[in-house]
């Protein structure tokens, strides 16, 4: 009730109490005279007339202006941002009234302009296909956008304020990609599953964002997610064709080697077939020794498609070239020999020992001079050249690498040839080459961390060059326990 009287009112009350309890105070020890009671009188009088007075200026001229101003404030909180005050008068409530009225003009096209950029978030939030699912600190589905609707047939009435486990297929999956947000705030297309209304599990790609407040507190997640599962139909679809034709083309290179084969043991049978018929011994000999060779090549082909399905884990020892080299030496020099062509071995002095698997490296150097040996024999040599095949060993420059190198001045290649020679079952020899070597060899030098360089000429020869490094930690190489090593 006090509360409501205006000030100046309480100071004009308590100014005539403390006169009025000065005179009764006077009055009752009798030492008041009438000069002092006129005069305290008079005082009482003048200050209750001001106040009067004061107050009635205040009612008839600041009084309506601060109504005005009160009424305006309240329509403003109503969001009623249209609302003006007049501003023609010329004193300070005028002013006041124009700031009022610029405030209120502001206010308005902020309000006009965060109702415009909300409505288009929203927009975009509808029209993506995409699905977007905000869930709040309890892991309650905040809101739920209508691509998320559409890809998991819940209206979004039916999942707000629902856990958001529900539309998880494993709900532990999104707790995996929660702790991967400790790391940042946002995990980007992490693959997980959902579980539409229906029970239908579809593949998505989800990034997921921490939604914090301005002053840093958690407050909930954001989460665009992809629907993949189309995609992943197409990649599987993909990647089961590619491996039926991968398959397929294995097949018909297999074909194509047995057949071969199996044509020069038919040739050679049918020899064999007439010379016993014909009691020609020459002829049975030759043929028997034809069926021989097919039988041969078809052990070859067994051979070599083992080695070509082999998973190759190098095991890595220093080992001395020299000893691999002298090696194949001993086994091609006479079979060279017998076709007339000379073989070289050069192997650098004091070359260290290289970190290699042995075996594997027998077995590269075996196939691609026994190919330099083929080039040799394919060729038809003038009188001036003689066939010839030189094997070297070194260090490479800066001794990273060591280099060992097969040179042939035999038929060589055209460009075409040289580059199909890695292809599995890629041959020029017909019926005597299976032409998985190279394929092979070159896998063999991939798992050492090796490189091949081929340089060829038709009709002048070939080198190859096979690089392997020479900084390998042998402690700190995984090395296999030796069951895959080519010489098992
Ligand atoms: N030194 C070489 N000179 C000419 N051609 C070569 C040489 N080495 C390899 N080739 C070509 O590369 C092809 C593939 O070789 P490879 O994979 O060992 O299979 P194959 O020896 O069974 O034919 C050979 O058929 C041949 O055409
Ligand atoms: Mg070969």
């Not at 002095?349 to 040799?376: G, Q, T, W």
């Amino acid at each position: 009730m006090l509360k409501r009287v205006p000030f100046y009112w309480k100071l004009t009350i308590a100014f005539a109490f403390v006169i009025m309890l000065i005179l009764m105070i006077d009055i009752s020890l009798e030492r008041i005279s009438e000069v002092k009671l006129r005069f305290f009188l008079i005082i009482a009088v003048t200050v209750i007339l001001s106040s009067i007075s004061a107050w009635m200026i205040v009612r008839l001229t600041v009084r309506p202006s601060l109504s005005k101003l009160a009424q305006g404030m309240d329509k403003l909180a109503k969001k009623r941002f249209d609302v003006r005050l007049n501003e023609n008068d010329k004193d300070e409530f005028g002013h006041i009234f124009s700031s009022f009225n610029v405030m209120a003009v502001l206010i308005s096209s902020y309000q006009t302009e965060l109702v415009r950029a909300k409505d288009f978030l929203n927009s975009i939030l509808e029209s993506t296909a995409d699905i977007i699912i905000s869930v709040n600190a309890r892991k309650e589905i905040l809101t739920f956008n209508s691509g998320a609707e559409k890809a998991l047939g819940y209206m979004r009435e039916e999942v707000i304020g629902k856990p958001i486990e529900m539309i998880f297929a494993d709900p532990e999956e999104r707790e995996v990609a929660i702790k991967r947000l400790k790391y940042g705030d946002n995990v980007v297309n992490f693959e997980t599953k959902f579980l539409t209304k229906s029970g239908e599990v579809k593949d998505v790609l989800l990034t997921l964002t921490l939604m914090r407040h301005a002053e840093g507190t958690f407050v909930g997640t954001f989460g665009i997610s992809k629907d993949i599962t189309e995609m992943k139909r197409l990649q599987n679809q993909l990647i089961q064709s590619q491996r039926l034709s991968a398959i397929g083309e294995v097949f018909i290179g297999i074909q194509h080697s047995m057949k071969n084969m199996l044509n020069t043991c038919k040739g050679g049978a049918y020899m064999v077939r007439t010379g016993l018929a014909k009691d020609k011994r020459e002829m049975f000999e030759e043929g028997w020794e034809i069926v021989q060779i097919g039988i041969d090549r078809m052990s070859d082909l067994s051979k070599d498609l083992l080695k070509y399905v082999k998973d190759w884990k190098p095991k890595l020892e220093p080992v001395d070239l020299s000893k691999v080299l002298s090696d194949i030496d001993t086994e091609i020099r006479k079979s060279a020999k017998d076709k007339g062509i000379e073989f070289h071995l050069d192997i650098a002095k004091e070359l260290p020992e290289i970190p290699c698997d042995a075996p594997m490296i027998h077995s590269v150097m075996m196939d691609i001079v026994s190919n330099a040996v083929d080039a040799c024999f394919w060729k038809d040599y003038s009188d001036l050249e003689k066939p010839n095949v030189c094997v070297k060993a070194y260090l490479r420059n800066g001794r990273d690498k060591a280099v060992l190198e097969v040179a042939d001045n035999g038929c060589g290649m055209t460009e075409e040839v040289k580059k199909k020679i890695f292809t599995p079952f890629f041959s020029t020899k017909s019926k005597a080459g299976t032409g998985l070597g190279l394929s092979i060899t070159s896998r063999m030098i991939e798992v050492h961390n090796g490189n091949i360089d081929v340089e060829s000429e038709p009709d002048m020869g070939t080198v190859f060059r096979i690089m392997l490094p020479m900084n390998v930690n042998l402690k700190n190489k995984e090395i296999s326990d030796g069951k895959e090593s080519a010489g098992n």
